[in-house]
């Protein structure tokens, strides 16, 4: 079993609303030393070994669903679970 | 300046939807050696060092605002970005 973490966030040129809000929510709060926040989604996938490497697999599954890739960039880490 | 990534998932008791539905979608698309999914959220927060040290405000600001404690658990990475 395979253990994949999944980031998605925003490209750079893209606008990010929701990271904003927690940027000014933190700001009232008092962090006033926080220069800015991005918000993106976290997966964490547990997989087996399918047809293809788990790496190609990950990474087509991001292209198809996990990031909308025409505004939304991704990394991610794949490690081998103890079974 | 530092960045710190802040990673909030779902505790283990918790019912994740948004996960499930992630889950459901990659088999619909053919991804049937995927287990489980788990979907959270990813904050990368760019800030000084303000009155006290950046891990104690880190921590102080997920338990404040970037968490919900009493449904998610969080982690965080913290380094020091070149000026």
Chains 1, 2 share one sequence.
């Not at 933190?26 to 962090?31: A, D, E, T």
């Amino acid at each position: 079993m395979y253990l994949a973490k999944v980031y998605v966030t925003y490209k750079e040129s893209i606008l990010d609303p929701k990271g904003e809000a927690v940027h000014d929510a933190l700001h009232r709060l008092g962090y006033t030393n926080v220069d800015s926040v991005e918000l993106g989604k976290y997966f964490e996938i547990k997989l087996t070994a399918g047809k293809k490497t788990v790496e190609a697999e990950v990474d087509e599954m991001c292209d198809r669903l996990l990031a909308n890739v025409n505004m939304e960039s991704y990394r991610y880490e794949i490690t081998e679970m103890e079974a």
